[in-house]
């Protein structure tokens, strides 16, 4: 608990230093960096990449803790150690990679030695080791600081005391770097397979890994090591070269060409320093390096970035998994869901004597918006519908199965499949079963075309938070007489042609889409459709698909289609469909098309 004498500017203070502190090294990192970067873009070096890498992470660091000032300017004063404690987990990936960077410019001695540019190098490391230091003891750093402000408290402590300086005693010698003893970051912990044909060897990694917390096998020789493989699973694998009977290399390679163990990485331990071996190894895929004698300090580093990356490639494989589970099971419902919406439509079409009727519908997605109908009414009436709701996906299939019941239930065709109970309009005192079923039906006052105006009250007021609508064409289709009576709701214009194949008429809007605003009015229309002529509605999709280059499908296309020649309206659709197939061609289909066609044959 911090020290009630403790107040907001001694806070202040701290976090003050704390900002300073953590600027302070990254800032050291950017500018040798863009030192080292410009000498080595002069000399045109390959290693030009390897400073751009080290400079994209120290951006990044930068800007990770640029963030954690503007969060600090904010936040509530009290609630700092919660904050930093988010800092070691953001920052670390990025500074083990500058380590790691610096570590393969310095391995890489010819280059920048000519160049002068060893110590710039060895600087932006140490840099980057104190700042992982400063990052993973934040909390304690900030803590101590405050007590430091407050003498009285029995501390005693001083800033020396919280960050030794860098003329402490208290050193770690890397090379010839010297770096202070704050402990960098803890690793993470793995389980971690030891492969060399030493047994002195395998004792000193065993001791100097278990005291870390790994959990370490060791093993004389690859044959070993690959039954332990098949019977355990490891986050890491330190691998000797020079070994009896099968070569590390040669271990390397067939567990990189290995489906099973090829994500576990591997970090050559060798007495070998030739640059040709090291080359070979990291092409065949082993994640890293180390000379031996090892250096306890670059193996602790190394072997961290290994586990936090085998630790994102885990996690990436679980994320994988899951959502491949997930897609599947998504899939399943959908494809569930497809062939229910298929039951909507209507599985073979009416036949009548002297007409003749045929559709096409091609869904963009799985499940689609658009819709058509054809049923019976009463009164030996037909009932037309071609519709389009908006959006695509779930949400417009489950609107388009809404509308299309609505439209049935509210027209009457429920009442004539027996769905519902005509009894309200029974002469007074008859019973239902004293009547005959079929001639009430045919003589009930139903008025189908009324029905839109229900459904649009009843979707905009029930679902009028779903900002859902459609446009839709419904017609009344008197078969004896050719007489259409219809309402266009919003939707695209419904084209006539005659016997010679040239365009009669148009049915355009006669109102607004359906479910927008309560109360809105659809005015009736009327035609007579005479014998020859053929009706053709359709959707959107139709003359809004796109050919590879962007270009509409349009009406005049469609149009043409209906001038063409052709012996019946199922060649009609099938025409239409070929034309649509041969305008999209590798192009993706954005929305549903649908069509349908009626015509009266002559006599």
């Known amino acids: 608990m911090m020290n009630p004498s403790i107040n907001s500017v001694d806070i202040e203070s701290a976090t003050a230093f704390?900002?300073?502190?953590?600027?302070t090294p990254i800032n050291a990192i950017v500018g040798y960096g863009e030192m080292v970067q410009e000498e080595l873009a002069e000399a045109n070096s390959p290693l030009t990449e390897e400073i751009d890498t080290l400079l994209v992470e120290a951006q990044k660091l930068l800007e990770i803790i640029n963030l954690f000032v503007k969060h600090s300017d904010g936040e509530d004063k009290s609630d700092f150690q919660k904050l930093f404690s988010t800092i070691p987990h953001s920052t670390n990936f990025s500074i083990t990679n500058i380590i790691l960077n610096c570590d393969s410019l310095l391995e890489a001695e010819e280059c920048t030695n000519e160049l002068e540019l060893t110590e710039d190098i060895r600087k932006i490391k140490l840099a980057a080791l104190r700042l992982q230091g400063l990052v993973n003891n934040i909390e304690s750093i900030f803590t101590n600081f405050l007590e430091s402000l407050n003498p009285g408290n029995g501390t005693g402590l001083s800033p020396d005391f919280i960050f030794p300086s860098s003329s402490n005693t208290n050193e770690i010698s890397l090379g010839n770097i010297k770096t202070n003893g704050v402990d960098s970051?803890?690793?993470?912990?793995?389980?971690?397979?030891?492969?060399?044909?030493?047994?002195?060897?395998?004792?000193?990694?065993?001791?100097?890994?278990?005291?870390?917390?790994?959990?370490?096998?060791?093993?004389?020789?690859?044959?070993?090591?690959?039954?332990?493989?098949?019977?355990?699973?490891?986050?890491?694998?330190?691998?000797?070269?020079?070994?009896?009977?099968?070569?590390?290399?040669?271990?390397?390679?067939?567990?990189?060409?290995?489906?099973?163990?090829?994500?576990?990485?591997?970090?050559?331990?060798?007495?070998?320093?030739?640059?040709?071996?090291?080359?070979?190894?990291?092409?065949?895929?082993?994640?890293?390096?180390?000379?031996?004698?090892?250096?306890?300090?670059?193996?602790?580093?190394?072997?961290?970035?290994?586990?936090?990356?085998?630790?994102?490639?885990?996690?990436?494989?679980?994320?994988?998994?899951?959502?491949?589970?997930?897609?599947?099971?998504?899939?399943?419902?959908?494809?569930?869901?497809?062939?229910?919406?298929?039951?909507?439509?209507?599985?073979?079409?009416?036949?009548?004597?002297?007409?003749?009727?045929?559709?096409?519908?091609?869904?963009?997605?799985q499940l689609a918006g658009d819709f058509y109908d054809l049923f019976e009414l009463p009164g030996d009436r037909l009932g037309i519908v071609v519709a389009d709701v908006c959006d695509k996906g779930v949400g417009a299939a489950l609107f388009m199965g809404l509308f299309r019941s609505l439209i049935r239930i509210f027209s009457g065709q429920a009442a004539l499949d027996g769905l519902i109970n005509p009894s309200f309009n029974l002469p007074s005192g008859q019973g239902l079963l004293d009547v005959n079923l079929d001639n009430l039906l045919n003589n009930i006052n139903f008025e189908p075309l009324e029905s839109i105006k229900l459904i649009n009250n009843y979707v905009a007021i029930n679902h009028g938070e779903a900002s859902m609508f459609a446009t839709i064409f419904f017609g009344i289709l008197e078969p004896s007489s050719g007489k259409l009576s219809y309402i266009n709701g919003g939707h695209e214009p419904v084209f006539i042609v005659d016997s010679n194949h040239q365009l009669k008429t148009k049915l355009t809007s006669t109102g607004p889409a359906v479910g927008m605003l309560p109360d809105l009015q659809f005015k009736t229309a009327e035609i007579i459709l005479q014998p020859g002529d053929l009706l053709l509605s359709y959707t959107d999709g139709v003359t809004e698909a796109k050919s590879p280059t962007g270009n509409f499908f349009g009406k005049e296309k469609l149009l043409n289609a209906l001038g063409s020649s052709f012996n019946s309206v199922d060649q009609l659709m099938l025409n239409i469909k070929e034309s649509l197939e041969e305008h999209m061609g590798e192009a993706q289909q954005f929305d549903d098309i649908t069509l349908l066609a009626i015509k009266f044959q002559t006599t």
Not at 18 to 23: F, G, K, N, P
Not at 216 to 235: E, F, P
Not at 337 to 362: C, D, I, V
């Open 185 to 365: 970051r803890e690793l993470l912990k793995g389980k971690i397979l030891v492969v060399d044909d030493n047994p002195s060897n395998l004792d000193l990694f065993f001791q100097h890994l278990t005291r870390k917390g790994h959990a370490v096998t060791t093993c004389l020789s690859a044959k070993d090591a690959l039954g332990l493989l098949q019977s355990q699973n490891y986050d890491l694998i330190l691998l000797d070269l020079l070994m009896p009977e099968t070569n590390g290399d040669q271990f390397l390679e067939y567990l990189k060409t290995s489906v099973e163990f090829q994500h576990i990485p591997v970090i050559i331990v060798s007495a070998l320093d030739e640059f040709e071996s090291i080359i070979r190894c990291i092409e065949m895929g082993a994640e890293d390096f180390l000379p031996k004698p090892f250096d306890p300090v670059l193996l602790k580093a190394r072997i961290g970035s290994s586990l936090e990356k085998k630790r994102l490639r885990d996690q990436e494989k679980l994320y994988t998994q899951q959502v491949e589970g997930l897609s599947e099971m998504m899939a399943k419902e959908l494809e569930k869901g497809r062939q229910m919406q298929k039951n909507f439509l209507p599985a073979h079409l009416l036949t009548r004597s002297g007409w003749e009727f045929s559709a096409y519908f091609s869904p963009a997605q």
């Open 18 to 23: 704390i900002r300073h502190e953590l600027r």
